[in-house]
Nanobody, 129 residues
Framework: QEQLVESGGGLVQAGGSLRLSCAAS?????????MGWFRQAPGREREFVAA????????YYTDSVKGRFTISRDNAKSTVYLQMNSLKPEDTAIYYC?????????????????????WGQGTQVTVSS
């Protein structure tokens, strides 16, 4: 049972930056998990933001954040990060961290929330115009 806790959210001006962290704990070694970031704005469905393979060798992003967001991981700290630069008001949402051991399924549809088994409670990101 993996436990995930997000942090680093807050209120920033458009064009600013935030770095989200997702700290994991559990019986399974953190490096065994492929990880994802999702976000949900009021009145909208939860959407995929970024994902990283357990090896750290494959990274994926939704088109709207490419070139602005960077996902990374530090296995020694059991933490995955989402560096968010050039933030826009439309980035405003609750951001969730997710983990999975189902790597074959992940390789086919890393963007699918149904492929992740463990979720954090989320951290609020608000970008003012």
């Amino acid at each position: 049972q993996e436990q995930l806790v997000e942090s680093g959210g807050g209120l920033v001006q458009a064009g600013g930056s935030l770095r989200l962290s997702c700290a994991a704990s559990g019986r399974t070694t953190f490096s065994s998990y492929s990880m994802g970031w999702f976000r949900q704005a009021p009145g909208r469905e939860r959407e995929f933001v970024a994902a990283i393979h357990w090896s750290g060798g494959n990274k994926y992003y939704t088109d709207s954040v490419k070139g602005r967001f960077t996902i990374s991981r530090d296995n020694a700290k059991s933490t995955v990060y989402l560096q968010m630069n050039s933030l826009k008001p439309e980035d405003t949402a609750i951001y969730y961290c997710a983990a999975t051991l189902r790597h074959r399924a992940w390789a086919i549809k890393w963007w699918d929330a149904a492929g992740y088994d463990y979720w954090g409670q989320g951290t609020q990101v608000t970008v003012s115009s």
